[in-house]
C-alpha cells in the first residue's frame, strides 16, 4: 500500500487537517473491482440504480441520525439532484445525505476487501461448479457504487459529511488506486458524483436516456429525483411515490386498474388484485394482479414470469427467476422488500434463500384467492379457467409441494356432467365402491365423448374425467391420485368396473367362454401387430378397443411422446372385443381371407377411434372392399 498524506496549518492557528494522499488498491480489493467492472453486471444501464439507491439511503441515514441529533437534519426538502452535460460527457448525482468524512471515503470507496477475500477469490479461480457461489458472496463486499466505472474512465466524489465544515474528494480511475483530497468546491452537506464518460458510453451523456432509466429502475424512491439540465430548467423525473406502501384502503378500485394498466401495458381489468403486506421475519409487500385474458405470450418456450422486484423501492428486474413459479407466470405485479440487500447482480438475488421464503409465501397466497374466487363465483372462475387453466396444470407436473393445493383448484370436463367441475365434485359424486379416479386423455372434447372407452362406464353410471390439454397425461401419471383416490386411465387393461354402477355384470362366465371362441381367431389374424386380444367387460356397442397392457402409456401421452421423438416406438397394445357384437360373432363363419381383412378392419377403426390413422391406408381400403363383397 503505497499512502501519501500531507497537512497543513490553517492561517487562523486552528490546526484543521487538510489531506492530499494517493493510495494503491490493496490486491485482493484489485481483483474483486475488476470482476465487479467487467464481469459481474450482465446490463451497464443499472450503475444508475445503484448510485441513486445509494443516494435513497444516504438521505434516509441522515433523517434517522437527525432522530437524536437534530442538528444535522436538513431544513430543506430532500431531494437527488442529477445534471447532464451532453457535450462534455459527464453526469453528476447529488444528494442532501448524510455526507462522508475523509476516513469514510477512503473506508467505504477505498475498501472492498474484508476477512474471508482471499478464500473467496481462490474459490472463483476453482472449480466452474463455484461459480454460483461466488455471485453470493460478492454480497458481501458492498461493491455496488464501483458499478460507475462500467460507464465510466474516471469518478470523482466531492462530499461534505453533517455537522462538518470541510469538503473532501475521493476520485479513482478504477485501475490502479484513488487520491484524496481537501476540495475547493462549494459543496452543501451531502455527496455530489462526477462521472466522465467512456467513448463507449456516450448514450448516459442524453437526458432523454437518463430520465427512461430512472422511470425504469427508480421511479418509486421516496425523494424527488430531479434533472436539470444545460438551461438551468429542472424537472422532477421520478413519482417519488408508491402506490404498494399505501394501504389497501387507500386506494380505490380504478386506482389499481390504472396501476395494472399503465404498469404492464394491460387493456383488460384484473381478475383479481392481491395486495398485501407481510412483516417479522420476512418483510415484503406484494400487488399482485390476475388477469382476465391470457396474454399472447403465454406459451412462450422461456416461460417468462413479469413481477417486478423491488428492494427498499429501487427495482431490480421484471424478469427475474425464481421470484413466482412458472406456472404462475401469467400473473403481474410487484414485489417489493427489505429482506433483501440491493446487492449487484441479478443472479445474486435470484438465488437468494430469502427470494425462495417470498416465493413460497406468494405462491400460498396466489392459491389462497383462487380457491376463494371458485367458492365466491363459479361462473367467473370457469371464464378465468379458459384462460390459465392450462398453464396452472403444468404445476400439478412441477411442483410437488403446492401439487394438492393447485389440484383443488383445477376444473375439468367429465362424462355425466355438461360443466366443468373439480375433482373434489367428481369424487363426491362416485357410486358405491367406487375407490379410483376415472380418467380418459384425448386431443379434444369431441373425440374423447365418442370414444369407445366410455361404453361400458356410461351403462353404470359412472362419471369418466375427460382431459384435452397435452399436460393432462403427464400430470395424472405424476400426480398419481387425489384425495387418497388413485387417477386411472381407461384406455389400459388394468381396471375391473364390473361391480361398480347400475348394472352389475353376472355373464362372466359366459363371456370367457366367449373370449375362448373369437380371440384366437382374431389373434392368429393380427399376428405381431398386437400384444394380445381378449374379451371385454367395457364394450357396449363398439366391436372393439385397443388398450395398453402391462407397464404400457396412456394413449395420449404415447401420442405426445412420439410426436416429440420420431424414434419413440411405443408398445402393442391389446385389442378387447365385444363378444355380443355382430361383426364378431360373424367371425368363425367367413371364409379365412375375409376373417383376416374383418380383423385388420376391426383393428384399425380401434386406432382410429383412439385418433392415429390406418397404419396401412392401403391395405385398409382393400379390406374395406372385401369385406363389403362378402358381408352383402
Known amino acids: 500500500m503505497k499512502i501519501k498524506k500531507e497537512y497543513i496549518a490553517q492561517s487562523d492557528g486552528e490546526e484543521n487537517r487538510m489531506s492530499n494522499y494517493t493510495q494503491t488498491f490493496e490486491a485482493d480489493t484489485g481483483k474483486i473491482l475488476n470482476i465487479v467492472i467487467n464481469s459481474l453486471y450482465s446490463e451497464r444501464d443499472i450503475f444508475l440504480r445503484e448510485l441513486l439507491s445509494n443516494a435513497s439511503d444516504a438521505i434516509q441515514k441522515r433523517k434517522f441520525l437527525g432522530q437524536t441529533d437534530p442538528s444535522i437534519l436538513n431544513i430543506e426538502a430532500d431531494s437527488i439532484e ?32 474484508k ?16 461459480k454460483d457461489a461466488a455471485k ?14 462500467m460507464v465510466a474512465d474516471k469518478v470523482e466524489v466531492v462530499s461534505r459529511k453533517a455537522g462538518d465544515t470541510q469538503c473532501n474528494s475521493w476520485e479513482s480511475d478504477g485501475q490502479s488506486g484513488f487520491s ?95 395486495h398485501n403486506k407481510s412483516e417479522g421475519t420476512l418483510e415484503f409487500t406484494n400487488l399482485l394482479f390476475i388477469p382476465k385474458t391470457a396474454p399472447f405470450d403465454l406459451f412462450d418456450p422461456e416461460r417468462k414470469t413479469k413481477i417486478n422486484l423491488y428492494i427498499n423501492r429501487v427495482f431490480i428486474s421484471n424478469d427475474l427467476d425464481g ?22 447482480s441479478r443472479e445474486m438475488v ?84 367406487q375407490d379410483k379416479i376415472y380418467v380418459l386423455t384425448a386431443d379434444t372434447l369431441a373425440q374423447a365423448q365418442s370414444s369407445p372407452h366410455l361404453e361400458g362406464f356410461k351403462a353404470k353410471g359412472i362419471d369418466v374425467l375427460l382431459m384435452t390439454d397435452p399436460i393432462d397425461a403427464f400430470w395424472t401419471s405424476q400426480m398419481r391420485s387425489f384425495q387418497e383416490k388413485n387417477f386411472v386411465s381407461i384406455s389400459r387393461e388394468k381396471y375391473d368396473i364390473t361391480k361398480l354402477g347400475d348394472v352389475k355384470d353376472e355373464d362372466v362366465e359366459e363371456t370367457k367362454n366367449a373370449d375362448e371362441t373369437y380371440s384366437p381367431i382374431i389373434k392368429e389374424c393380427l399376428g405381431e401387430m398386437v400384444e394380445d386380444v381378449k374379451a371385454s367387460h367395457n364394450l357396449v356397442d363398439s366391436p372393439v378397443r385397443l388398450v395398453a397392457g402391462e407397464g404400457g402409456l396412456d394413449f395420449n401421452l404415447e401420442r405426445i411422446l412420439k410426436a416429440q421423438n420420431p424414434d419413440f416406438e411405443g408398445s402393442k397394445k391389446i385389442l378387447e372385443i365385444n363378444t355380443n357384437h355382430d361383426l364378431i360373432k360373424k367371425l368363425p363363419a367367413l371364409p379365412s381371407e375375409t376373417q383376416k381383412s374383418l380383423c385388420r378392419v376391426l383393428f384399425e377403426q380401434a386406432r382410429i377411434l383412439d385418433g392415429e390413422m390406418p397404419s396401412d391406408s392401403l391395405q385398409f381400403s382393400k379390406d374395406l372392399i372385401t369385406i363389403g363383397l362378402k358381408l352383402k
Not at 452535460?85 to 459527464?90: R, T, V
Not at 436516456?209 to 421516496?222: P, R
Not at 421470484?323 to 404462475?328: A, E, G, K, N, R
Not at 403446492?402 to 355438461?418: G, P, Q, R, W
Request: proline letters at 2%; glycine letters at 6%; zero cysteines.
Open 136 to 149: 453470493t458472496l460478492i454480497g458481501q463486499f458492498g461493491v455496488g457504487f464501483y458499478s460507475a466505472f
Open 323 to 344: 421470484v413466482i413459479p412458472t406456472w404462475l407466470r401469467f400473473i403481474k405485479g410487484i414485489l417489493d422488500t427489505t429482506s433483501l440487500d440491493l446487492n449487484v
Open 82 to 113: 442529477i445534471i447532464v452535460n451532453k457535450k462534455k460527457k459527464i453526469i453528476e448525482i447529488t444528494d442532501t445525505g448524510i455526507g462522508l468524512t475523509e476516513a469514510e471515503l477512503a473506508e467505504t470507496l477505498g475498501t472492498i476487501a
Open 115 to 130: 476477512s474471508g477475500t482471499s478464500a473467496f477469490l481462490k474459490e472463483m479461480e476453482g472449480e466452474e461448479n463455484s
Open 350 to 433: 435470484q438465488n437468494n434463500p430469502v427470494l425462495k421464503k417470498i416465493s413460497k409465501s406468494l405462491t400460498k397466497r396466489v392459491l389462497s384467492e383462487l380457491k376463494k374466487r371458485l367458492k365466491k363465483d363459479e361462473e367467473a372462475y370457469d371464464a378465468f379457467w379458459e384462460q390459465f387453466g392450462k398453464v396452472l396444470k403444468e404445476g400439478l407436473y412441477e411442483d410437488l409441494e403446492n401439487k394438492d393445493k393447485i389440484a383443488e383448484i383445477i376444473k375439468v370436463h367429465s362424462l355425466k356432467e355438461d360443466k366443468l367441475i373439480t375433482l373434489q365434485s367428481y369424487i363426491d359424486s362416485m357410486v358405491d365402491g
Open 180 to 274: 484524496i483530497s481537501t476540495s475547493e468546491e462549494e459543496q452543501a452537506v451531502g455527496t455530489k458524483i462526477r462521472l466522465s464518460l467512456k467513448k463507449d458510453a456516450k448514450e448516459f451523456a442524453d437526458p432523454d436516456k437518463i430520465k427512461g432509466l430512472i422511470k425504469k429502475y427508480s421511479d418509486h424512491i421516496s425523494f424527488p429525483i430531479n434533472i436539470k439540465e444545460a438551461d438551468g430548467e429542472i424537472e422532477q423525473v421520478n413519482s417519488a411515490t408508491a402506490i404498494w406502501t399505501k394501504t389497501a384502503s387507500e386506494i380505490s378500485k380504478e386506482e389499481y386498474k390504472e396501476f395494472y394498466n399503465s404498469t404492464f401495458g394491460a387493456f383488460d381489468e384484473p381478475f383479481a388484485t392481491l
